[in-house]
């Protein structure tokens, strides 16, 4: 399985990114993606997650403005942000999973599968 981001970026505060993940190896529409972010020395955070039928969660600091969307024919994940602010510069790091969602779906321990993440820097 590889999962390969891009799309990270420096960007001025209000300003926008759109991230990519492209995945090969798996069953991509069977699986839970997600979007999940690091700050050094603090925990691994879920941003943003989707199911395979489309269903999404987000973290409370990220609704309206940030939106996951997945493209099974292309086997990718995206994540759009929106009116982004300096809490959001983190290393970005897309994921899968054979996710319960039944609330532990953005616990990183749902996530068997991980990129190598992408920075994302807001100024």
């Known amino acids: 399985v590889q999962l390969v981001e891009s799309g990270g970026g420096s960007v001025q505060a209000g300003g926008s990114l759109r991230l990519s993940c492209a995945a090969s190896?798996?069953?991509?529409?069977?699986?839970?993606m997600g979007w999940f972010r690091q700050v050094p020395g603090q925990e691994r955070e879920g941003v943003a997650v989707?199911?395979?039928?489309?269903?999404?969660n987000y973290a409370d600091s990220v609704k309206g403005r940030f939106t996951i969307s997945r493209d099974d024919a292309k086997n990718t994940l995206y994540l759009l942000m929106n009116n982004l602010k300096p809490e959001d510069t983190a290393m970005y790091y897309c994921?899968?999973?054979?996710?319960?969602?039944?609330?532990?779906?953005?616990?990183?321990?749902?996530?068997?599968?991980w990129g190598q993440g992408t920075q994302v820097t807001v100024s």
């Open positions: 994921a899968a999973g054979n996710c319960l969602w039944e609330g532990s779906e953005r616990s990183p321990e749902s996530y068997q599968y």
């Open positions: 190896g798996l069953d991509f529409s069977n699986y839970c």
């Open positions: 989707i199911s395979g039928d489309g269903r999404t």
